[in-house]
């Protein structure tokens, strides 16, 4: 059965993309535009006030070269490398976050496929990994980008949906055969924007994962508060409110170069089931924080950011391997810039 819904997916999605946050605008004179990311950073790791040396100092967070541009009108593509990521199972493909053909049929329907970004919703999971610092326990631990294709509707000027078939986020080197089918609605209406996702993973061979997660985001005027509510459930476990995760940012944007904000997740797993590989079960962690960000030069070929930030989370998280556990703080400061070194376009 498994085998027959793959091959129906494979063939409805054919190629598609998923259009996030985190991908580039590309500008369709443009034949080729070629970004460097560069993002470093001295931080403080302590627990239960001892200091972590192994994680305290100065660090190269996130270098990235990123290559966008359109072939003709209608079929356009992306990609992305992460220079400092590790290749796992000897594959370059470990540290390519996204690689796509994306081809528009009209202007409602565009179909595109490669290493894309998981369809998972919320405005967390979203964001470019150089621009987050405390993030939540799912967050750490998820495996946004695998080989897929998805088939996109614009619904209208300001909603699209995205129906997504790709490689399962846990699949390993000894299964691949792991799947997963996601369907994603982006949308934006006057204050309000929306990414919510349902989603269903393979985490085992026959045995799936679901997620509900509901991203929202309020602006007005020059505050913004974003609040992701995310669920997760198995067979083996109650549907609602059994393993969740809540995370929440409003940032305040004084003038065009400061931006002040406060953060808090809440990331909990009381069920028994091993289903959630992202949150294990026994965690009820809780983080809080906040920071701000400081854009001496922006224009439309170079950005330069300076920020600082400082998290504190408190409760237990059953992943020993992560940054915040219990009684965990994390103080951070550091650059980030982007450089646009050509684009070239069309006479």
């Not at 001892?50 to 290559?67: A, M, P, Q």
Request: charged share 20%.
């Amino acid at each position: 059965m498994k085998h027959i819904l793959c091959t129906a997916l494979a063939g409805l999605c054919a190629l598609a993309s998923y259009p996030q946050a985190d991908m580039p605008e590309i500008d369709t004179r443009e034949i080729a535009r070629l970004d460097v990311e560069a993002r470093l950073d001295w931080q403080l790791n302590r627990l239960d006030g001892s200091t972590v040396d192994s994680n305290t100092g100065f660090e190269g967070k996130y270098l990235v070269i990123r290559l966008d541009g359109n072939i003709t009108d209608r079929l356009s593509y992306s990609w992305r490398q992460r220079l400092n990521k590790n290749h796992n199972d000897g594959s370059f493909f470990d540290a390519t976050d996204w690689v796509w053909l994306n081809y528009d049929i009209d202007n409602r329907w565009s179909i595109a496929g490669g290493k894309q970004v998981v369809a998972i919703g919320g405005w967390e999971y979203d964001r470019a990994p150089i621009d987050l610092y405390g993030c939540s326990v799912f967050w750490n631990n998820i495996p946004c980008y695998q080989l897929g294709a998805s088939a996109t509707l614009r619904a209208s000027a300001s909603d699209r949906l995205t129906l997504q078939f790709c490689q399962s986020p846990f699949f390993t080197p000894e299964d691949r055969n792991l799947y997963a089918c996601n369907f994603l609605w982006s949308g934006s209406h006057g204050p309000f924007s929306a990414l919510w996702s349902a989603n269903l993973i393979e985490y085992a061979s026959g045995r799936y994962i679901t997620y509900l997660a509901l991203g929202n985001r309020f602006s007005a005027g020059k505050m913004a508060l974003e609040l992701d509510l995310m669920n997760r459930a198995s067979s083996r476990q109650t549907f609602f409110f059994d393993d969740f995760s809540v995370m929440g940012e409003l940032s305040y944007r004084p003038t065009a170069k400061w931006n002040v904000f406060a953060k808090m997740t809440y990331d909990v797993n009381h069920s028994r089931s091993h289903a959630d590989l992202c949150v294990l079960p026994g965690t009820e962690l809780t983080m809080a924080g906040g920071g701000l960000e400081f854009y001496p030069l922006a224009t439309s070929r170079h950005n330069l950011r300076i920020h600082a930030n400082c998290f504190y989370s408190w409760g237990r998280n059953s992943n020993e391997a992560d940054v915040m556990r219990n009684k965990s703080l994390l103080f951070d400061i550091g650059v980030k810039w982007d450089m646009n070194l050509f684009a070239l376009r069309r006479k």
